[in-house]
């Protein structure tokens, strides 16, 4: 087995500061830490983490708590996590709460009974004060960055912050794209309003169209949740409903996906007569059959982001704080000016 000792020797340095260099620890060297990490890569060093936590108080493990292990947002979020830490040797559990809050508590305890340095979690609990998470937390002394949503009151708690980006502002970019093609009719399908990234981007689209003189009408509102399948039935609601439209504003691509859907089953072509628009700008966005017009989430860079926040903590470089990505609107082939609105001009409906 390969030992500190035998990497101080071969690069002429103290054990102390191939160890601290391994740790990533701020009063060593850039260039010290390259040349431990790349003769520990060299000889197959493999670090004892029960060891160091019991000699330093440090696990060498990272948490990370999505809701599911299959949702494109939440493994683009780990992509970014997963790329810094692993380059600064953490390990990293991964866990799924299901998209259950029971379970998702079970799994923070777990996460806090390994004693992780850090957990990061995309939280089922939102928009609401006195977290249990956050309790969970203090109880057991942990850092811990919310991703793309957090619960009102985490910023009154140490150790504490977050990584989101700016809904309100997706929102009012979606909203002013599509008035300033022409739309006047437009169907908003939107997020659990529990979930406040959901509900900020509705307020962005709502401020928006009225600025823009447009009034949002709540008849025009259909609750779905994040997913394709939500997509789908909050499509078929409106049309059911008969509402007039000519566009349709999503809370997610995903969502947008299932609308598309449906609207391709009843007949309908987009955009010639529906645009529609998304959130996100995953992978399939580009690739629909009607290339997905969106708003583009940083969900990779989100992730690194996050992490950064607690690293440069945690080197005492800055505190825990919590950091606002922005978004870009990225204009496909599923949006153009209006036709007429659907509910007057109903085509007839494939097989």
Same mark, same amino acid.
């Given at each position: ?185 437009? *169907?908003? @399908? ?6 406040? &990234?959901?509900?900020?981007? =509705?307020?962005?689209? #709502?401020? %928006? ?117 922005? *978004?870009? @609107? ?6 153009? &000016?209006?036709?007429?609105? =659907?509910?007057?001009? #109903?085509? %007839?409906?494939?097989?």
């Amino acid at each position: 087995m390969v030992t500190l000792k035998q990497i101080a020797a071969n690069l002429g340095l103290s054990v102390m500061a191939v160890s601290k260099a391994l740790r990533d620890a701020p009063d060593i060297a850039a260039a010290t830490k390259e040349r431990v990490k790349k003769e520990a890569g060299r000889l197959g060093y493999i670090p004892n983490r029960t060891a160091r936590s019991l000699r330093g108080g440090t696990s060498g493990m990272i948490g990370v708590i999505l809701p599911a292990l299959n949702e494109p947002c939440g493994s683009n979020i780990l992509w970014g996590i997963e790329q810094e830490a692993g380059a600064r040797g953490y390990e990293i559990l991964v866990a799924s709460s299901q998209n259950l809050i029971d379970q998702e508590m079970r799994q923070v305890t777990r996460m806090f009974e390994r004693q992780v340095e850090v957990l990061f979690i995309f939280s089922l609990t939102r928009n609401q004060h006195r977290s249990p998470i956050l309790d969970a937390a203090q109880r057991y002394r942990t850092p811990l960055v919310f991703l793309d949503h957090y619960p009102a009151d985490a910023g009154h708690y140490p150790r504490t912050a977050w990584a989101v980006v700016d809904s309100q502002r997706g929102g009012a970019l979606a909203a002013q794209h599509l008035a300033g093609l022409g739309h006047r009719d437009i *169907v908003y @399908l939107s997020g659990p309003p529990t979930v406040s &990234a959901a509900a900020e981007h =509705l307020t962005g689209c #709502r401020r %928006a169209l009225e600025q823009a003189g447009i009034p949002f009408r709540d008849s025009h509102a259909f609750l779905a949740g994040l997913d394709i399948e939500s997509g789908k039935q909050a499509m078929a609601r409106a049309l059911a409903e008969e509402v007039p439209f000519t566009a349709v504003i999503c809370a997610s691509d995903a969502v947008a996906i299932g609308a598309s859907e449906i609207l391709t089953r009843q007949g309908y072509d987009i955009p010639g007569d529906a645009s529609i628009i998304g959130f996100g700008d995953g992978l399939l966005a580009a690739n629909l059959a009607s290339p997905l017009t969106t708003i583009r989430h940083p969900q990779v860079d989100l992730g690194r982001e996050a992490f950064h926040i607690w690293h440069r903590a945690r080197g005492g470089t800055d505190p825990m704080k919590g950091k606002v990505l922005p *978004v870009e @609107l990225i204009v496909r082939s599923s949006t153009q &000016a209006p036709g007429h609105p =659907l509910a007057r001009h #109903r085509p %007839a409906a494939t097989r």
